[in-house]
């Protein structure tokens, strides 16, 4: 775990210890998401000001979850504009499914990637 999104300030008799970075944007599949981050408690979803929404985290199986790991692998990368989350999405695995239902695989992929067949179908994800 690093520092991301730790900050800190001791003074006379004052001293502050806090979580949390952003308020970031981040796109998958057509969709912004507006979220905070800290290495030490992970993402949450946000308004404009930061402050947590009603439903803070988005559902189990919500493309951002996926998008948001990968950025955290790439590096946290952002936009000149300093909000905006810049990430390439994973190379896919492509896979072989024979007659007897095994599976080969044709072409490694990277990590987070979806599996496709040869025809380009998607098959299933690597989170699932």
């Given at each position: 775990m690093s520092d991301?999104?730790?900050f800190h300030a001791i003074g006379a008799g004052l001293c502050v210890d806090g979580w949390g970075a952003g308020p970031f944007w981040i796109e998958a599949k057509g969709k912004k998401f507006r979220f905070?981050?800290?290495d030490r408690f992970g993402p949450f979803l946000c308004n404009r000001h930061g402050d947590p929404l009603t439903n803070e985290l988005p559902p189990e199986r919500s493309p951002f979850?996926?998008?948001h790991r990968?950025?955290?692998?790439?590096g946290r990368r952002l936009?000149?504009?300093g909000k905006s989350c810049v990430y390439d999405w994973p190379k896919?695995?492509?896979i072989r499914i024979t007659a007897?239902?095994?599976i080969i695989v044709v072409e490694h992929g990277d990590e987070c990637g979806w599996f496709l067949d040869e025809a380009g179908r998607?098959?299933?994800s690597m989170e699932a």
């Amino acid at each position: 775990m690093s520092d991301f999104g730790h900050f800190h300030a001791i003074g006379a008799g004052l001293c502050v210890d806090g979580w949390g970075a952003g308020p970031f944007w981040i796109e998958a599949k057509g969709k912004k998401f507006r979220f905070c981050d800290s290495d030490r408690f992970g993402p949450f979803l946000c308004n404009r000001h930061g402050d947590p929404l009603t439903n803070e985290l988005p559902p189990e199986r919500s493309p951002f979850w996926t998008a948001h790991r990968v950025w955290v692998k790439q590096g946290r990368r952002l936009a000149d504009d300093g909000k905006s989350c810049v990430y390439d999405w994973p190379k896919p695995t492509i896979i072989r499914i024979t007659a007897g239902r095994q599976i080969i695989v044709v072409e490694h992929g990277d990590e987070c990637g979806w599996f496709l067949d040869e025809a380009g179908r998607r098959w299933r994800s690597m989170e699932a």
